[in-house]
């Protein structure tokens, strides 16, 4: 098991000094952030394959939530949150400080003025308790299994994170999870080979956090993936069989 050194505790400090940071005014749906001329091609491209407003309203984020957007990429995700949460509201981007990239976040940071990004190491992605009403995971709840000495991706303990996740969330507050949908088996394995996960996986993991499985849509079932290659292979990438879940503390 690793161990979670102070700048885990930092990190989490970060999260709880920001939420007395001030906001600028200035929103718009979800839908209006979509149509956004700003937004690049590459983002548009995948609206399709991720139905961003489907999954947002499934999630029921309210105007003026507080949200996590754990392991945010590029953004993708989080500049709809924050239209979704508006100015009364707030974005939290945690990611791995190797894979932030600053140049990228520019445009998202200067279009939207209650995001905050806290770029830290992979075992300080820890958020402080009672901090936010709702965790968002998009494509990254198996990357808890996975590791890589190439990119610095350390093992976590995943119960650990999950821990601090229940921590992190208000009473009554929930963790949405979409993944790629993977065969059974040994997450860490499978993780390692084919960047998937088994839902049951994530069912079970969630609820030994104390977790509950509020409910779940198929709305990126995708019948024509048959789960056995990997999800950057051509042939599949973009087109995975997803899952969606609502879990509730």
Do not use: C
């Not at 050194?5 to 979800?30: E, H």
């Not at 091609?41 to 003026?64: K, Q, T």
């Not at 610095?152 to 208000?170: M, Q």
């Not at 994530?202 to 709305?219: P, Q, Y």
């Amino acid at each position: 098991m690793i161990g979670y050194p102070r700048a885990g505790i930092t990190a989490a400090a970060i999260v709880g000094a920001l939420l007395a940071a001030p906001l600028q005014a200035g929103t718009a749906d979800v839908q209006e952030a979509l149509a956004n001329p700003e937004r690049s091609e590459a983002e548009r491209a995948l609206d399709e394959s991720r139905m961003p407003a489907e999954v947002i309203a499934f999630s029921g984020i309210e105007e003026g939530a507080v949200v996590a957007d754990f392991m945010a990429g590029g953004g993708y995700y989080t500049a709809l949150l924050a239209r979704q949460v508006g100015p009364d509201g707030r974005v939290y981007a945690v990611n791995p400080a190797g894979f932030h990239d600053p140049k990228v976040w520019e445009p998202v940071l200067r279009d939207n003025a209650n995001i905050r990004v806290m770029p830290v190491a992979p075992q300080a992605m820890l958020i402080a308790p009672g901090s936010v009403d709702t965790i968002f995971t998009h494509l990254v709840f198996h990357d808890l299994y996975w590791e890589s000495e190439q990119y610095k991706f350390p093992r976590l303990d995943v119960d650990f994170v999950l821990a601090n996740w229940f921590a992190a969330v208000k009473p009554g507050g929930s963790v949405i999870v979409v993944d790629h949908v993977g065969p059974a088996g040994d997450p860490r394995e499978i993780t390692q080979s084919l960047h998937r996960i088994d839902p049951e996986t994530v069912i079970a993991a969630m609820s030994r956090a104390g977790f509950t499985l509020e409910k779940r849509s198929d709305m990126l079932q995708r019948s024509e993936d048959d789960g056995a290659k990997n999800v950057f292979d051509p042939e599949i990438r973009g087109k995975t069989d997803r899952f969606v879940m609502k879990f509730r503390r």
